[in-house]
């Protein structure tokens, strides 16, 4: 008498003490079910994580590629940019050297002064201060207090600009206001304004200067503490 064929509905009667017992489409079913949770576990547990990583390591080596790409252009374009660089560092310094000299800073000084009294502005404060040294030039700062009308400034302005030598003159820190009166004295004449602030001049480096100080630089570690520097 042939066995009858086995049903789901049979599981319930499954002696799981006893696997070698069942019939054979029970064991090829639970063999099949075994596998399928060995598959799924090896891939949530094994390469699930592999596949993050590898897309990791790929974004990563897109990244890197991008980057040694343009590094590379820069490579290429070094030698270029570093000629155009000394290029542009000579324009410059024949800029600078239509600059005055230091021998020529005092009598500018002089003559911006002199310029502002021709105008006929009333200079209240003509205070030139400590020189600032940078890279290739020197900056001078001069504090002012001065008084006039507006075309009076405006011719000062355009009688700096036509002095004999090339003269950079910025402003910093500018108020110009109408003049107060001063209690005791007549008041001032209408439209008269008074220019408080400083204006900064600038001078070239001779190649001595510019020598001594990247001597000083060298000789001075990077790491040494400042003069006067709180220790």
Same mark, same amino acid.
């Given at each position: =008498?042939?066995?009858? &064929?086995?049903?789901?509905s049979?599981?319930?009667?499954?002696?799981?003490?006893n696997?070698?017992? %069942? *019939?054979?489409?029970a064991?090829?079913?639970?063999?099949?079910?075994?596998?399928?949770?060995i598959?799924?576990?090896? %891939?949530v547990?094994v390469?699930?994580d592999?596949?993050?990583?590898?897309e $990791? +390591?790929?974004?990563q080596?897109q990244?890197?590629?991008?980057?040694? #790409?343009?590094r590379?252009? !820069?490579? &290429?374009?070094?030698?270029?940019l570093?000629?155009?660089l000394a290029?542009?560092e000579? =324009?410059?310094?024949?800029?600078?050297?239509?600059?005055p000299?230091?021998? #020529? =800073?005092?009598? +500018?000084?002089?003559?911006? $002064?002199?310029?502002?009294?021709?105008t006929?502005?009333?200079? #209240?404060?003509?205070?030139?201060?400590? #020189?600032?040294v940078?890279?290739?030039f020197?900056? !001078?700062?001069?504090n002012?207090?001065?008084?006039?009308?507006y075309?009076?400034?405006?011719?000062?302005? $355009?009688?700096?600009?036509s +002095?004999?030598?090339?003269?950079?003159?910025?402003?910093?820190?500018?108020?110009?206001?109408?003049?107060?009166?001063v !209690?005791?004295q007549?008041?001032p *004449?209408?439209?008269t304004?008074?220019l408080r602030?400083?204006?900064?001049?600038?001078?070239?480096?001779?190649?001595?200067?510019?020598?001594?100080?990247q &001597?000083a630089?060298t000789?001075?570690?990077?790491?040494?503490?400042a003069?006067?520097?709180a220790?």
């Amino acid at each position: =008498m042939a066995k009858s &064929a086995f049903k789901l509905s049979d599981i319930n009667k499954l002696d799981f003490n006893n696997t070698g017992g %069942w *019939p054979k489409e029970a064991k090829i079913g639970a063999g099949v079910l075994v596998a399928l949770l060995i598959i799924v576990l090896g %891939w949530v547990l094994v390469i699930r994580d592999k596949t993050i990583t590898l897309e $990791s +390591l790929e974004a990563q080596e897109q990244t890197l590629r991008t980057t040694f #790409e343009s590094r590379a252009g !820069q490579a &290429a374009n070094l030698e270029p940019l570093t000629n155009q660089l000394a290029q542009m560092e000579t =324009m410059l310094r024949q800029m600078l050297r239509q600059l005055p000299s230091r021998t #020529e =800073m005092p009598d +500018l000084i002089v003559d911006i $002064s002199q310029t502002a009294l021709a105008t006929g502005i009333a200079t #209240e404060l003509f205070q030139p201060g400590p #020189e600032v040294v940078r890279d290739f030039f020197a900056e !001078q700062p001069i504090n002012l207090q001065m008084s006039g009308t507006y075309h009076q400034f405006g011719r000062f302005v $355009s009688g700096v600009a036509s +002095l004999p030598r090339v003269v950079i003159m910025t402003f910093h820190d500018i108020s110009l206001t109408p003049k107060p009166a001063v !209690q005791g004295q007549p008041p001032p *004449p209408p439209g008269t304004l008074q220019l408080r602030g400083t204006i900064k001049t600038y001078r070239y480096l001779d190649d001595a200067e510019i020598a001594a100080k990247q &001597a000083a630089a060298t000789a001075t570690p990077s790491n040494a503490p400042a003069p006067g520097a709180a220790r």
